[in-house]
Nanobody, 118 residues
Framework: QVQLVESGGGLVQAGGSLRLSCAAS????????MGWYRQAPGKQRELVAH???????NYADSVKGRFTISRDYAKNTVYLQMNSLKFDDTGVYYC????????????WGQGTQVTVSS
């Protein structure tokens, strides 16, 4: 079983930066994928970024060049550095884990709110 706890959300002005953290408890291997999703009010949840191993990263087009996902395997923690934030980045950000070979993310955190003021 895996438990995920996000932190780092908050209120920031457009153009500012935030760093989200997600600490995982339980057994996680480097082959498992850790990712960030977000859900804006009235919209479907969407993938923001995910990372597998040390260099296998993927980003939504809307955040490429502004967000960076990274992972500390010793701490079982994944980070999302968000720069040049826009109003449209507002939403609840969720951390998730997909086991190696899985086609879906099976473990989810409770979410952390990110609000970008224009």
């Amino acid at each position: 079983q895996v438990q995920l706890v996000e932190s780092g959300g908050g209120l920031v002005q457009a153009g500012g930066s935030l760093r989200l953290s997600c600490a995982a408890s339980g057994s996680i291997s480097s082959a498992d994928t850790m990712g960030w999703y977000r859900q804006a009010p009235g919209k479907q949840r969407e993938l923001v970024a995910h990372i597998t191993g040390f260099w296998g990263t993927n980003y939504a087009d809307s955040v490429k060049g502004r967000f960076t996902i990274s992972r500390d395997y010793a701490k079982n923690t994944v980070y999302l550095q968000m720069n040049s934030l826009k109003f449209d980045d507002t939403g609840v950000y969720y951390c998730a884990v997909a086991r190696r070979g899985a086609t879906t993310f099976d473990y989810w955190g409770q979410g952390t709110q990110v609000t970008v003021s224009s």
